[in-house]
T-cell receptor, first 115, second 114 residues
Framework: SAVISQKPSRDICQRGTSLTIQCQVD?????MFWYRQQPGQSLTLIAT?????????ESGFVIDKFPISRPNLTFSTLTVSNMSPEDSSIYLC????????????FGPGTRLTVL | AQSVTQLGSHVSVSEGALVLLRCNYS??????LFWYVQYPNQGLQLLLK??????LVKGINGFEAEFKKSETSFHLTKPSAHMSDAAEYFC????????????FGQGTELSVKP
């Protein structure tokens, strides 16, 4: 299974600022995903990031707020822009295992607090 | 559209007792079903999965789940709870035409009493 790391592991930010979260995988993967987990809630998919194409956003999420980059098959970034306290969440990246039945492996998450 | 319902946001059992976490799904095509566990301040770890074949699947840490098509269920069980099983458990559904996406249930927090 893929090993996934995220940076930073946690951060406290001021409202109106932006934070870029990095996701690094130890092997080449086609599909990467970004999720948001609000306090005490389940995971909500933000977008699917495929290398060489624009990210595909889910309903309720827009590129201006959550721009995503996917420069190669082992790396992706998610930016949370113009943050407000409502953006305080855990942000997780995941990858789809090659040849799997949509099985995903998750990074440890980035815990974001916006003041 | 697919969906997942987990009955019970909190389940508490005594150490050594049976663990039963309930998951029902909705899918118009044959589903792929997953159970993930999330320990405090950590990411999600795959416990087990059902794709095709045998309907009783075994996972890590002594957990197992049974796919019951007639009941659209995929309940997670463990015969004897251990203190280290205390965590949040998520059921998820996907299928071959979902573009790799997973749909998660609301999660069930398992507490284990000594």
């Amino acid at each position: 299974s893929a090993v996934i790391s995220q940076k930073p592991s946690r951060d406290i930010c001021q409202r109106g600022t932006s934070l870029t979260i990095q996701c690094q995988v130890d092997s080449q993967v086609t599909m990467m995903f970004w999720y948001r987990q609000q306090p005490g809630q389940s995971l909500t998919l933000i977008a699917t990031a495929n290398q060489g194409s624009e990210a595909t956003y889910e309903s309720g999420f827009v590129i201006d707020k959550f721009p995503i980059s996917r420069p190669n098959l082992t790396f992706s970034t998610l930016t949370v822009s113009n943050m407000s306290p409502e953006d305080s969440s855990i942000y997780l990246c995941s990858v789809r295992d090659r040849g799997s039945h949509n099985e995903q492996f998750f990074g440890p998450g980035t815990r974001l607090t916006v003041l | 559209a697919q969906s997942v319902t987990q009955l019970g946001s909190h389940v508490s059992v005594s150490e050594g007792a049976l663990v039963l976490l309930r998951c029902n799904y909705s899918s118009s095509v044959p589903p792929y079903l997953f159970w993930y566990v999330q320990y405090p301040n950590q990411g999600l770890q795959l416990l087990l999965k059902y794709t095709t074949g045998a309907t009783l699947v075994k996972g890590i840490n002594g957990f197992e789940a049974e796919f019951k098509k007639s009941e659209t269920s995929f309940h997670l069980t463990k015969p004897s709870a251990h203190m280290s099983d205390a965590a949040e458990y998520f059921c998820a559904v996907s299928n071959y035409n979902q573009g790799g996406k997973l749909i998660f249930g609301q999660g069930t927090e398992l507490s284990v009493k000594p």
